[in-house]
Antibody, heavy 115, light 110 residues
């Protein structure tokens, strides 16, 4: 069974940093592209970033470019999102999701940026 | 990258059919056959319902059907059931090698 479990969310002050993790199981992690998608509670889905299967290629939404870094450790079957210079508008539930078609999703981890 | 345009809400009675539209541009919906649809119930993660415009993942009911014409994709749900009540989001690959989502459509089963 494919499982994606996010962790690392929490309360952080504006300007602070946070690293999210997404532990994958039930499939060959190293064979799949992975994405991060976020959702402000009560609002819509917003694509954040993606990384290819070996980690050599990454893409970001303009709203996070230069502040967020996506990475992966295929040996640990884990996806990461390093978030720096956090702003109030980054407050959201962050989901990791698999493959170019975003076929499986984790349950999300809530990031709250507030003083 | 601007969000794709979806109606804020649609409704239908059990057994009826509804269609949700998703309008983009030639740089996303119109340029690629990589449109997906997701269903999200309150407090839950999104679930893939249709990918590559009209393909259904294993386990998704054939009551869900996707299509595309020009810059507009559509999701048709036939034989509406109470469990179909949820938020629905379209998504497309873009020319910037990113993905973009629609604003979401709340489906109410009357």
């Amino acid at each position: 069974e494919v499982q994606l479990v996010e962790s690392g969310g929490g309360l952080v002050q504006p300007g602070g940093s946070l690293r999210l993790s997404c532990e994958a199981s039930g499939f060959t992690f190293s064979s799949y592209w992975m994405h991060w998608v976020r959702q402000v509670p009560g609002k819509g889905l917003v694509w954040v970033s993606r990384i290819n299967s070996d980690g050599s290629s990454t893409t970001y939404a303009d709203s996070v470019k230069g502040r967020f870094t996506i990475s992966r450790d295929n040996a640990k079957s884990t996806l990461y999102l390093q978030m720096n210079s956090l702003r109030a508008e980054d407050t959201a539930v962050y989901y990791c999701t698999r493959d170019v078609i975003l076929d499986y999703w984790g349950q999300g981890t809530l990031v709250t940026v507030s003083s | 990258q601007s969000a794709l345009t979806q109606p804020a809400s649609v409704s239908g009675s059990p057994g009826q059919s509804i269609t949700i539209s998703c309008t983009g541009t030639s740089s996303d919906v119109g340029g690629y056959n990589y449109v997906s649809w997701y269903q999200q119930h309150p407090g839950k993660a999104p679930k893939l319902m249709v990918y590559d415009v009209s393909n259904r993942p294993s386990g998704v009911s054939n009551r869900f059907a996707g299509s595309k014409s020009g810059n507009t994709a559509s999701l048709n749900i036939s034989g509406l059931q109470a469990e179909d009540e949820a938020d629905y989001y379209c998504s497309s690959y873009t020319s910037s090698t990113t993905r973009v989502f629609g604003g979401g459509t709340k489906l109410t089963v009357l």
